[in-house]
């Protein structure tokens, strides 16, 4: 047998996708205690815990971890300070950059001050952030007082101006509403409005990718031609076995998604939060052996590059500064 080299090389880009986990601020849940419920049975804290458990566990080292709206519950200080308490210590040991963004259950001001360490303003929050050549852009859909979504006219006008000059590896949108249709009809009273608007500006970009959030279930689509991923929630998530037209909220199914990005493609997969009794065990030494006994390698050419992209003054974020 001759040695060959795998189809596709190791990803050049690791980030980790979660998305409304809808924090309440209170104590730290114990056994007695599980802090703030939600529907007076979930604990939005322990579940984003076990998510982080269950992904630290994992020994991924993504470059960023994205969040894509509703981190709060009532846009409190004490939760967006919770979650710092929670997120801050995995994404240090991981070297990793968080990417935070907006959703319609979130408060402007107290998401400024809280996790960007801003002043309190309600301008819309919309972001660019460089990962060793790829870039992310995330959007503020959220209107204030609204659960649906909105995009201004001078937000396009910024999204296209720094659209106008391609990243070496592309770019990533991430937002809370996504430009999507949803299988649950009533998701259309909270939808992103004017989308066709966004569509024009993203049409022939280098965006490779969308993120959101929102629908509390997992689901891929294409807008303007661009794939796109919505992550479940970490805190609870729609039943979608509920009769067709009904809205049925359930306590599981809780999930992220992994986002590992190639040369050719962006991969989105979707990690369940919940343990299941483990059937078969291989591990990373013995796959190892058995990719070296098929003689089987992988091109590490794109992982050098990655790694030789940083600058060595790397770009700080960029914001924008006209607000709504």
């Known amino acids: 047998m001759s040695p060959r080299t795998a189809e596709h090389s190791r990803p050049n880009h690791t980030l980790l996708h979660v ?4 924090l309440l601020a209170g104590t730290v849940p114990t056994v007695k205690d599980a802090g703030p419920l939600l529907f007076n049975r979930v604990s939005p804290e322990a579940r984003l815990r076990r998510a982080v458990d269950r992904f630290e566990s994992s020994g991924i080292a993504p470059q960023a971890i994205v969040f894509t709206g509703d981190i709060s519950e009532l846009g409190e200080a004490g939760s967006y300070s919770l979650l710092r308490t929670i997120i801050d210590p995995i994404a240090e040991r991981l070297g990793a950059t968080v990417i935070w963004v907006p959703g319609e259950r979130d408060s402007r001001a107290a998401f400024r001050v809280e996790l960007l360490g801003q002043l309190p303003s309600d ?11 790829l870039r992310v852009i995330t959007l503020d859909t959220s209107v204030p007082g609204s659960f649906y979504g909105h995009v ?4 396009l006008d910024w999204l296209a101006e720094e659209l106008s000059a391609p990243a070496p590896y592309g770019t990533i949108l991430a937002m809370h509403h996504p430009p999507i249709p949803s299988v649950i009809e009533l998701d259309a009273s909270v939808e992103l409005r004017n989308q066709s608007a ?19 279930y997992s689901c891929t689509a294409t807008f303007a031609g661009i794939p796109v991923s919505v992550a479940s929630a970490t805190c609870f998530t729609q039943d979608l076995t509920a009769p067709a037209g009904a809205q049925r909220l359930v306590d599981g199914a809780q999930s992220y998604n992994l986002v590992t990005v190639f040369d050719d493609t962006v991969m989105h997969t979707v990690v369940p939060v919940t ?9 990373a030494e013995e796959a ?3 990719l070296e006994l098929e003689e089987v390698r992988f091109d590490e050419s794109a992982i050098a590059v990655s790694r030789n992209a940083e600058r060595t003054e790397r770009p700080a974020p960029v914001w924008r500064v006209t607000g709504r």
């Not at 301008?123 to 050549?133: A, E, K, N, P």
């Not at 201004?152 to 937000?155: A, H, V």
């Not at 343990?275 to 591990?283: A, Q």
């Open 198 to 216: 966004l569509a024009c500006v993203l049409s022939g970009s280098d965006v490779r990718t969308i993120l959101a959030g929102h629908l509390h």
């Open 152 to 155: 201004e006219p001078e937000q």
């Open 275 to 283: 343990e299941s009794p483990v059937l078969s065990h291989v591990s």
């Open 19 to 22: 998305s409304d986990t809808r």
């Open 123 to 133: 301008d819309s929050i919309d972001r660019v952030t460089f990962l060793d050549g």
């Open 288 to 290: 190892r052996r058995l």
